[in-house]
């Protein structure tokens, strides 16, 4: 595995994590990527699930990358949103360097991070023609909504304002299409930070869109568990499972298998 880093406009960075190419397996010359997003309620960006999530793809055969993006005050303007968009721009734009399948490339998100990656897939961007999408996402506990449901610390961060009529322009259950990619979706039911009707909600707007899409949902489990094992301090051997249910979700919507 080899290690490349790239600096987004506004600070941001993207880690990327390229599986070798190497003679002994021809099969698996050209890889997906699962792009990691964490959350972190556009305060900060969570080291939980960074590297440890990215490595749980990487071993599964997936090039793999995390993306630290703008976040406080730096997250006015729609930056977050700008600097994934140019990740996957980058991605692609390297993608025949790094033997990555332009074609197949997924967002991983969490909490907030979850509203970053479905974000990239279904919020206009002023100004951004051509907006890069990705080609599958991956939810984890995701802030969906800015009604009832919110969490309402996101928003502010975004928008810099209580006002919560300001805040519904990053609400996103209202913005899912038939051209939505595939989705693969899961929460906690005792969540009290970013409540599971977030995901009930995405799930009917997919549903309605007829957009392919998995959902688990986990009885127990606070929120902020990433991949629910002792290294993150959420140690959980039952909600640990949607790793392995993603991976072979993807598994098969990508076509993939290593």
């Known amino acids: 595995m080899r290690f490349e880093q790239l600096e987004l406009t506004g600070g941001g960075t993207l880690t990327l994590y390229l599986r070798e190419s190497v003679e002994a397996m021809p099969h698996f010359r050209q890889r997906p990527l699962v792009l990691v997003v964490p959350g972190g309620g556009y305060n900060h960006v969570s080291p939980r699930e960074g590297d440890p999530v990215a490595l749980q793809f990487a071993a599964a055969g997936y090039h793999t990358a995390v993306l630290h993006y703008a976040v406080g005050e730096s997250a006015r303007d729609a930056l977050p949103m700008r600097q994934l968009a140019q990740a996957i721009g980058l991605v692609r734009q390297h993608a025949e360097q790094w033997n990555i399948l332009p074609d197949k490339i997924a967002l991983c998100g969490f909490s907030a991070g979850g509203h970053l990656a479905l974000s990239g897939a279904v919020w206009d961007i002023p100004g951004m023609a051509d907006q890069p999408r990705p080609n599958a996402l991956l939810l984890a506990y995701p802030v969906v909504t800015a009604e009832e449901y919110a969490h309402r610390g996101s928003f502010v961060q975004l928008t810099g304002t ?97």
């Open 162 to 258: 209580q006002d919560t009529a300001a805040h519904r322009r990053f609400s996103l259950e209202d913005k899912v299409s038939p051209t939505t990619p595939p989705v693969f979706v899961w929460h906690t039911m005792e969540d009290e930070t970013v409540p599971v009707e977030n995901t009930l909600l995405l799930l009917g707007a997919l549903h309605k869109a007829g957009v392919p899409c998995e959902a688990h949902l986990f009885e127990k489990g606070c929120h902020g568990t990433s991949i629910s094992t002792p290294e993150v301090d959420a140690d959980s051997a039952h909600r640990h499972h949607w790793v392995q249910l993603a991976v072979e979700w993807l598994n098969r919507t990508f076509c993939f298998s290593a």
